[in-house]
């Protein structure tokens, strides 16, 4: 296995290309046709995810939770999955995640409009709604993945896949603790990506644990643990695969640790500045530079003669297009009244939301607010 050195947080992982598109384990190179595809999901969240800053800027977004820079964790595991039958359960952050297993776009703005349209999952994908309280969605990813076990034995085929997404600083919740021991305990066939960003909010990952790598949680669960330059789409995919095919044959589960760098805000609403000191504005600065996952890609398949400028402008105006539509679909969508935000939160609902709706009517109907 060859180990990427240059930044001590990435020490010990793996990877395929180096951060300058030089491959460093040619035999793991994919097909040009699937490094192409996979290069095009990529960009398309990357230019999503920046025009979403834009919208969000002229109010045409609520708060947003920016995914730039680590596309290449997010597309690349999620690549690895076989949609709608494999399940995604993404963290709040993972736009790119649900774009990439088929969230179409329009539903991805009605999501961060706060619309319920938005958050009303399409029943025939296996997706989960993003989830603000961290690593809530891990237990219930253990549960599906375990449902799902027991449902191919008992039809005697292979299980659909759980693929989770956790930051660094859901690692610290309880929840992680419950879904990774459940999943281990059982053998679940799902697959665990802690994103490590470097940051939960204004939270260095330094200070988040005592323990000298993330991965290293998995050996208290029994659940084997991998470390992987997240930056690198390729080596990212290829590690998510091997544990999907491992899940899927009885194998159990697989901690993934992928090293990556939030060198954006934490939210549109969050200014860095204000807790980076001077080292950490560096870092960051290195990272949006000279570890940008799209331009590793993109100079490897530079170098092979399979990617030009021209090719890049078409895309970006592809994807410029498809966002056109997707705003226009999404602007169509019915007006929303207040209490419809209490409407999917149980599939019964406690007396308490009742309440807090018809209490919510009542004072719309007197002019009050909201
Ligand atoms: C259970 C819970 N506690 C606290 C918060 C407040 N909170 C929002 S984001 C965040 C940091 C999350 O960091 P990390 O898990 O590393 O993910 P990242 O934001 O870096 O993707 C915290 C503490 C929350 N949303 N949920």
Not at 46 to 62: P, S, T
Not at 334 to 340: A, D, L, M, Q, R
Request: glycine share 10%; proline share 7%; aromatic share 8%.
């Amino acid at each position: 296995m060859t180990l990427s050195t240059a930044d001590p947080r990435l020490d010990g992982t793996f990877c395929i290309l180096e951060a300058d598109g030089t491959p460093r384990q040619p035999t793991l190179l994919p097909e040009d046709a699937a490094a192409l595809r996979m290069y095009r999901a990529m960009r398309r969240t990357r230019v999503f995810d920046e025009r979403a800053l834009v919208l969000q800027r002229q109010g045409r977004l609520g708060v947003y939770p920016l995914f730039g820079g680590m596309e290449a964790t997010q597309v690349g595991a999620v690549l690895a999955l076989n949609p709608p039958h494999d399940w995604l359960a993404p963290t709040y952050r993972g736009s790119g995640t649900a774009l990439a297993y088929g969230l179409p776009m329009h539903k991805l703005i009605l999501t961060w409009r706060g619309h319920p349209d938005g958050f009303r999952m399409n029943p025939d994908q296996h997706l989960l709604p993003f989830y603000t309280p961290i690593a809530n969605q891990l237990p219930h990813a253990a549960g599906i993945a375990l449902a799902e076990q027991r449902l191919a034995a008992r039809e005697g085929r292979d299980p659909n896949v759980v693929l989770a997404f956790v930051g660094d600083g859901g690692t610290s919740e309880g929840d992680f603790h419950v879904g990774l021991n459940f999943a281990g305990a059982y053998r679940v066939p799902a697959v665990f990506v802690i994103e490590n960003n470097g940051w939960a909010i204004s939270t260095p990952t330094q200070l988040q644990s005592a323990a000298n790598t993330l991965a290293s949680r998995g050996e208290g669960y029994g659940i084997p643990a991998v470390r992987v330059d997240g930056n690198d789409l390729l080596a990212v995919h290829h590690v998510v695969q091997e544990a999907v095919a491992r899940a899927r044959r009885g194998g159990g589960p697989t901690l993934i640790e992928a090293i990556t760098y939030r060198i954006l805000p934490h939210t549109s609403s969050d200014d860095p500045a204000r807790y980076h000191r001077s080292e950490d504005a560096v870092q960051a600065d290195h990272w949006r530079r000279h570890r940008d996952p799209g331009q590793r890609l993109r100079a490897y398949l530079g170098g092979h003669g399979l990617w030009t400028d021209d090719l890049e402008q078409q895309l970006v105006a592809e994807v410029e297009a498809e966002l056109r539509d997707a705003l226009a679909q999404a602007d169509a969508a019915p007006g929303i009244e207040p209490w419809e935000l209490l409407e999917h939160v149980f599939e019964t609902p406690t007396p308490d939301l009742l309440e807090q709706q018809s209490e919510l009517r009542a004072l719309h109907e007197e002019g009050g607010r909201p």
